[in-house]
């Protein structure tokens, strides 16, 4: 009698799976396979966004502005006035200088404006245009610090010019200074005696 399954207990131990069940949710999982799959190459298959090749900045980036001020910041004051350096196209604060360039030289910031990281290849009459045009800014900046540095040895030499008169004004002094010393006669000629000399 012991041996006897009883009502509450089945004849079985092993614990019974219902495959109807679960061959339907893999038949579903499957499906939810193959559909995310076709979607993936039907976004392959769609033209990528276009996007403009990486230009060169027409602004100069303000990083001087707020050094050395200093700002109450509450919890009601609006992040681009936070501490530190706010870019409005992303929308986020960057703590220091160097991040800030990093964040807006980098591909994040430049896909929010709508460019792509690749430069625009330049051909051969752009290079030559552009090596003519750096030529011309050299020569501009030569002849500028030609004409200056011109004015100064102008300068220079007026004033060696005006030294060199003055010793001539001197030297012509010291001349006739000698004549008259050192002819007394030449002296009581022009009217000069000893100058309060003992000497007649």
């Not at 949710?25 to 990528?48: F, G, M, N, Q, V």
């Not at 500028?144 to 004033?159: G, I, K, S, T, V």
Request: charged content about 50%; hydrophobic content about 25%.
């Amino acid at each position: 009698m012991a041996n006897e399954p009883g009502p509450s207990k089945p004849d079985d131990h092993r614990r019974k799976w219902d495959r109807d069940e679960y061959e339907k949710i893999a038949r579903e999982r499957i499906d939810k396979e193959l559909e995310e799959l076709e979607e993936k190459e039907s976004k392959k298959k769609e033209p990528p966004v276009k996007r403009e090749l990486l230009k060169r900045r027409e602004y100069k980036v303000d990083l001087e502005s707020h050094l050395g001020k200093s700002t109450v910041i509450t919890k009601t004051t609006p992040a681009s006035q936070m501490g530190g350096y706010y870019c409005n196209v992303c929308d986020c604060v960057v703590k220091d200088s160097i991040n800030f360039l990093d964040h807006i030289n980098g591909k994040k910031h430049q896909r929010n404006l709508g460019m792509s990281m690749k430069v625009e290849r330049s051909s051969l009459d752009q290079v030559k245009k552009r090596f003519e045009s750096n030529k011309r800014k050299l020569d501009e900046k030569k002849k500028e610090y030609d004409f200056e540095a011109r004015m100064d040895e102008l300068r220079e030499e007026e004033e060696k010019q005006k030294a060199y008169r003055r010793e001539k004004r001197k030297e012509r002094k010291r001349r006739a200074d000698d004549d008259i010393d050192g002819d007394p006669e030449m002296a009581a000629m022009m009217g000069f005696s000893g100058f309060g000399s003992s000497k007649k």
